[in-house]
């Protein structure tokens, strides 16, 4: 009889101890921060709704430059944060304690003409303005125009401008009569200048050359290390939250727009309604499309391997469940 006291004691304190050790650590708040513009848009909802999560107060910042978000992700100050797939691997190869737990964005690119063109050999010796040179916009346009039989540098002029808010009035004022437009400035284009032609949609040309289904992966959710490890319930209560958010931004795209409006991002409620099939907004875990990543720094890596941090980054990238 003592014997069988004694064990059913000994069992009930392993058990104890398993529970002990199985209580997660959860942090007094959690950081979500996130640039300013479309990829934002991916996380309107939670933004809007979700202050707290399993008891835990959720503090979002929308800050205007990736640069101050590398400097968030440095300071450990984010604990998840939404970045350019590339940027991940950079930071990476850097050492930061993050995994990439998922990709939010899949290309919003879309080559735009004042006539009604098609096709790539309707860009041969044609003026094309375009934004990044070096970076993801300009390495995705040039490999497509290689795979699609132009030399980037031979049949084609490209002229660069800094970003969507010079592409935009650049075209609208009649100074390109072909352009690389952005969503959700492609949007705000066709609302003042409804004639533009939609020649190329980069995205559905790279499904065609790399046989994808979503486009190529954009922008990602980082999560910080420590957090998985000390409350792995809660960053997974979390990601599905991300996730059911971007399924319902897709399935209510004109209460998106009113999120994006009263949040103060930067984008007026009717273009981001309209824009919403082009922002190509889709969640995937990184588990899920991983080839897809793979295959995305490759090309990267091919055209400079800084882009990537010098090196493809291996398995430890990536967030498991």
């Known amino acids: 009889m003592k014997r069988k006291t004694r064990f059913l004691s000994i069992l009930l304190l392993l058990v104890a101890l398993v529970s002990a050790c ?107 303005y375009v934004m990044g040179k070096g970076l993801v916009p300009d390495i995705v346009f040039r490999t497509l125009l290689k795979k699609n039989g132009l030399d980037p540098d031979q049949d084609v002029n490209l002229i660069y401008l800094s970003g969507a808010t010079e592409l935009a009035p650049n075209f609208l004022a009649g100074k390109a009569e072909i352009s690389m437009l952005p969503e959700p400035a492609l949007t705000t284009v066709k609302m003042k200048k409804p004639e533009t032609h939609v020649m190329l949609d980069l995205q559905q040309e790279w499904n065609k050359t790399f046989g994808t289904e979503s486009g190529y992966p954009q922008a990602g959710i980082l999560v910080k290390d420590e957090l998985v490890q000390n409350a792995p319930e809660l960053v997974e209560k979390y990601l599905k939250v991300l996730e059911e958010g971007m399924v319902w931004l897709n399935e209510n795209p004109a209460e998106a727009g009113k999120y994006a409006e009263e949040l103060e991002l930067g984008l007026a409620a009717a273009v981001v309604e309209k824009s919403m099939p082009g922002n190509n907004i889709l969640y995937r875990s990184a588990s899920q499309v991983q080839t897809e990543l793979q295959d995305f720094y490759q090309v990267l890596y091919d055209f400079n391997p800084e882009t990537v941090g010098g090196v493809i980054p291996d398995q430890g990238l990536y967030y498991n469940r």
């Open 22 to 128: 199985s209580v997660e650590k959860k942090p007094e708040k959690l950081n979500v921060a996130a640039p300013a513009g479309a990829t934002a848009i991916s996380i309107a909802k939670p933004m809007k709704e979700t202050s707290e999560i399993d008891g835990v107060p959720v503090q979002y910042e929308v800050v205007p430059t990736t640069d101050l978000i590398v400097a968030r992700l440095t300071a450990k100050e984010a604990d998840f944060a939404v970045v350019p797939v590339n940027l991940a691997a950079q930071l990476y190869q850097k050492k930061l304690p993050y995994k990439l737990a998922s990709v939010v964005t899949w290309g919003n690119l879309f080559i735009a003409s004042a006539e009604p063109l098609e096709g790539w050999d309707a860009l041969k010796g044609k003026d094309i």
